[in-house]
Nanobody
């Protein structure tokens, strides 16, 4: 059974930093792409950042220059370093992995206070 487990969410003041981690288990081979999505109250889930197994990254415009995604490909582990956090970054952050199909974690809450 494939599982993606996130950690690292919490409460932080605006301007602060958090680091999210996600580890995938139950797979026989590396995920093609791993990434982070977020969903704020009343809004649709949106892509935050992704990284493929060649190290190519993609970021939402709203987080460019502030967030950095990295990955241990052979371990199916992905990290999201979030700096200069803003109240509008408040959301539940979901880890995503893609190979043949999408796999999702249960999410971790990030709250940024003004």
């Amino acid at each position: 059974q494939v599982q993606l487990v996130e950690s690292g969410g919490g409460l932080v003041q605006a301007g602060g930093s958090l680091r999210l981690s996600c580890a995938a288990s139950g797979l026989l081979f590396p995920l093609n792409v791993m990434g982070w999505y977020r969903q704020a109250p009343g809004k649709q889930r949106e892509l935050v950042a992704s990284i493929d197994n060649g190290g190519r990254t993609n970021y939402a415009d709203s987080v460019k220059g502030r967030f950095t995604i990295t990955r241990h490909g052979d371990k199916n582990t992905v990290y999201l370093q979030m700096n200069s956090l803003k109240p509008e970054d408040t959301a539940v952050y979901y880890c995503n992995g893609k190979v043949v199909m999408d796999y999702w974690g249960k999410g971790t809450l990030v709250t940024v206070s003004a």
